[in-house]
């Protein structure tokens, strides 16, 4: 035993670890995120629970392979009758798919080879990664990642008039690159590799539509702009588009998104929407780790720090989950900070509404043990309850 250790008393109680000394709290804990992916939704929803969220899984859309479709066989058979001199892959998954649906049919060898006697843009590294896997290379792919930034090249170049362009589309019909081509004289051969409809059970996202306009999500990630169009689509069907709306344009739950290709659709409804840097999920994890916690409030009350995350406080450092009635009137004391709010301001607050004033009673009972510290929350006798405030302290702003 070193000379700074205590002894050990056999027997001895142990003292509870301080606020200080307990682990930190993961930064998504006690917040619930959506993920609307379709594929590699689970390594999304990986992601994000090893950083304490707890996950709803709710796919937008499903990928239908067209590997057995005569479309994308003719679109093949003329490709190779006719060799394009330029080639645009925009996804790896559906690259290869196209070349294991063209080995299907025999004529892999040939595509390959016809596709080799032209240039070859891939528009990020996975589709680079999958011309590569075919046996082919790149002739150029942009750092941005962007189909923007590989249409301004194309439409640069002198020899467009009559060029024979192949486009592989990734699930979207890219209808403003085909016609701005067109537009411009190219000879365009679109490619369509798969596509998305909805999917097969809409259960898991009836329920994901219904918890947001509960406010139950603090987050819907998307990474694909059907997945966000396949979310309205099904808010649509079901008569709740407005509803969603508002509750997107609110911020809770926040919309983040992988790129801002896929944030399009939501923009394009007033919604805000961010991405990080780097267009991948790993990076999508990350940012959305930094702005959650962000938007926490944190109020020093009654001696303590009070951070209101979604179904959970962080007090002094330790996470304490909160049920739905009680986080309901935190929300709405933390919105009016220190201010007294009475029963009947509080009952529209309850989840369902409230029947009578006992229920906020008892709403509020509940929080206070939840809490472990009942002083947050300040009883004003017959006029109601407030957020005991510390003197002289602010606030960060409540959402």
């Known amino acids: 035993m070193s000379p700074q250790s205590p002894p050990h008393t056999k027997g001895a109680a142990v003292p509870p670890p301080s606020p200080s000394r307990t682990r930190p709290v993961p930064p998504l804990a006690g917040f619930t995120v959506a993920v609307t992916a379709a594929r590699r939704a689970e390594e999304l929803g990986t992601l994000l629970e090893r950083r304490g969220a707890d996950v709803v ?121 085909l016609d701005a081509l067109r537009a411009a004289g190219a000879d365009v051969v679109p490619v369509p590799v798969y596509r998305w409809t909805g999917p097969l059970d809409p259960g898991p996202l009836d329920r994901l539509l219904d918890a947001i306009e509960a406010g139950g999500v603090d987050a819907v990630t998307f990474t694909s702009a059907l997945a966000a169009a396949g979310l309205y689509a099904r808010a649509e069907e079901r008569g709740g588009g407005d509803a969603l709306t508002r509750a997107l344009r609110g911020g809770r739950p926040q919309a983040a998104c992988v790129g801002p290709v896929t944030a399009a659709p939501l923009l394009a409804r007033d919604i805000p929407a961010y991405w990080p840097d780097r267009f991948r999920t790993g990076a999508l994890v990350r940012k959305l780790a930094e ?98 405030l510390d003197p002289g302290a602010g606030c960060e702003a409540a959402r």
Do not use: N
Not at 62 to 90: G, S
Not at 107 to 125: F, I, S
Not at 302 to 313: I, K, P, Y
Not at 320 to 346: E, F, I, N
């Open 57 to 177: 899984h709710a796919p937008a859309l499903r990928l239908v392979p067209l590997a057995d479709d005569e479309e994308l066989r003719a679109a093949t058979a003329q490709l190779v009758a006719r060799p394009p001199r330029v080639t645009v892959a925009t996804t790896g998954i559906g690259f290869r798919g196209w070349m294991e649906a063209a080995d299907g049919w025999g004529t892999g060898e040939a595509l390959r080879g016809a596709l080799a006697a032209g240039e070859l843009l891939a528009r990020g590294p996975k589709a680079c990664g999958a011309l590569r896997a075919a046996g082919l290379r790149e002739a150029w792919s942009p750092a941005s990642e962007s189909s923007t930034e590989v249409l301004e090249r194309l439409l640069a170049r002198d020899d467009l008039p009559g060029l024979r362009v192949a486009v592989q589309l990734h699930g979207e019909p890219l209808r403003d690159f």
């Open 291 to 388: 702005r959650l916690p962000a938007t926490a409030p944190r109020l020093p009350a009654a001696g303590h720090l009070v951070e209101v995350r979604g179904s959970a406080v962080v007090l002094d450092g330790v996470l304490r989950p909160v049920s739905p009635g009680p986080m309901a009137l935190l929300r709405a004391l933390t919105r009016h900070p220190g201010q007294v709010m009475s029963c009947a301001d509080l009952l529209p607050h309850l989840p369902q509404g409230g029947s009578d004033e006992h229920a906020v009673e008892t709403a509020i009972a509940r929080l206070r043990t939840q809490l472990g510290a009942p002083a947050v929350v300040q009883t004003v006798t017959k006029r109601g309850y407030r957020l005991a």
